[in-house]
């Protein structure tokens, strides 16, 4: 069956592959090869699979090489790009604290012009009340002058009936006369006196009414004054504060926490911050613009908080050369073993030797070799935050030393349970494991 299968091939390929010999000639015979055209065209085959091999393999040589210069081209974009981003907020940085310099200094400003404000409104008082003295003093003259024409008055007719009843009629019309107009002349004279009194006593009043309006003028234009100037200072706080508040969310940490552990830790607080409490008189009463003005300080106090929490806090970045991140936090393929596991870290990977930097201010806990991360910094920060450093090539710190942001810990390694070398960074949360890239991009945000 097969080989009459193959003789109708055969048939059927003569037209395009007809038979062909090959003759072989030795010393004494001659010989020769038939290829029939099934041969031929399986030889013909298997030299088509062999060039197909050929050009594919080429071609798989040609694309891994191709590929590889693509991703170097890329890495080197991709660092491009980084190194742009980190210019870029360094300028960011710069600009935020141009911005609570110049709230700082307005505030200064604001502080000095309310001084000035108040010094004018105690002013303002003083003449108050001295016209007040000056006036009840005139009305004093007025009431005296008054008493002492009423007493004038009855000592003249007490007079008229004493020297009545004592002369009877010895005394002459002339007598009379000379009294009556010696008394006349008296009053003509206390009542001159006492009419010049009056007009004085009425121009002083016209005048303590006039300045009494300007006063009260005056002092609507302080309020006025005084709502610009709070106005501002409360929106240029709002602008600094803001962006602060927006960083401590993003790191999990709550500003009212911050604010509140700051300000316990601090030994006495800032003289300028201190609130008001006395206000134009001297009395210890609460007004409109003492309120606002201890609002403000409130913000400035909690702009001091904040930049005293950001010192504190483990945000920096850990190496500052150029890395590649190679393990992310959360659930993994365990490199080892091969099994799922969670992964309470970052792994960055570089050359050997990279400085590995504190990322805040801290103590070290812990600086030895351990059986899994092997050569581990641990360093202790405040508001109950740990960070970790493992797989460490060498140690520069030593257990209990106090180190500083940026400070250089130790160089990148691969000792412990590593497959190369890089660096396991972790945050821990009272003991309890974080993203360490919340707090990276929380810096990223402020420095």
Request: proline fraction near 3%; glycine fraction near 8%; aromatic fraction near 4%.
């Amino acid at each position: 069956m097969f080989r009459r299968q193959l003789v109708r091939l055969n048939q059927r390929l003569e037209r395009r592959l007809p038979e062909q010999r090959v003759f072989l000639r030795s010393d004494n015979t001659t010989r020769f090869v038939r290829l029939r055209p099934a041969s031929q065209l399986v030889g013909i085959i298997a030299v088509g699979a062999f060039f197909a091999w050929g050009v594919l393999a080429t071609s798989i040589l040609l694309m891994d090489s191709i590929g590889s210069g693509t991703l170097r081209d890329q890495a080197m974009r991709e660092q491009a790009n980084y190194e742009q981003r980190l210019n870029q907020m360094a300028v960011e940085r710069d600009r935020h604290a141009q911005s609570a310099e110049a709230a700082q200094a307005r505030f200064g400003e604001a502080m000095a012009r309310i001084s000035d404000m108040q010094l004018q409104l105690l002013d303002s008082e003083q003449r108050r009340l001295e016209l007040e003295t000056g006036i009840d003093t005139v009305q004093q003259t007025v009431r005296r002058v008054v008493q002492e024409r009423d007493q004038a008055r009855a000592q003249l007719a007490e007079a008229k009936n004493t020297l009545e009843a004592e002369t009877g009629t010895v005394r002459t019309a002339a007598d009379r006369s000379r009294d009556t107009q010696q008394m006349l002349d008296y009053l003509v004279v206390a009542m001159k006196g006492m009419g010049q009194d009056l007009h004085t006593q009425g121009v002083d009043a016209e005048q303590t009414r006039n300045q009494a309006q300007m006063l009260a003028l005056e002092n609507e234009l302080l309020k006025d004054r005084n709502h610009v100037i709070f106005t501002q200072l409360e929106e240029a706080l709002d602008t600094v504060i803001g962006p602060l508040e927006r960083v401590f969310r993003s790191a999990n940490v709550s500003p009212d926490q911050i604010r509140r552990l700051v300000r316990q830790g601090a030994n006495s607080q800032s003289a300028s911050l201190q609130p008001l409490s006395v206000s134009t008189s001297g009395a210890m009463t609460s007004s409109p613009d003492i309120s606002r003005a201890n609002r403000v300080l409130g913000k400035l106090a909690d702009v001091q908080a904040y930049r005293q929490g950001l010192e504190r806090l483990p945000i920096s970045r850990p190496v500052s050369a150029a890395v590649r991140q190679t393990s992310g936090f959360g659930m993994r393929r365990h490199p080892l073993t091969g099994r799922s596991k969670m992964h309470n870290g970052l792994d960055w990977a570089a050359s050997r030797g990279t400085p590995i930097l504190a990322a805040g201010d801290g103590i070290v806990t812990t600086a030895e070799r351990q059986r899994g991360y092997g050569n581990i910094v641990i360093i202790k920060h405040e508001f109950g935050l740990e960070t970790y450093y493992a797989h460490l090539n060498s140690l520069n710190v030593r257990e209990g030393q106090r180190v500083s942001r940026g400070q250089k810990i130790g160089g990148m390694g691969t000792t412990g349970a590593s497959t190369g070398v890089h660096l396991h960074y972790e945050v821990r949360v009272n003991g309890r494991p974080v993203n360490p890239l919340t707090y990276v991009r929380a810096g990223q945000n402020v420095f």
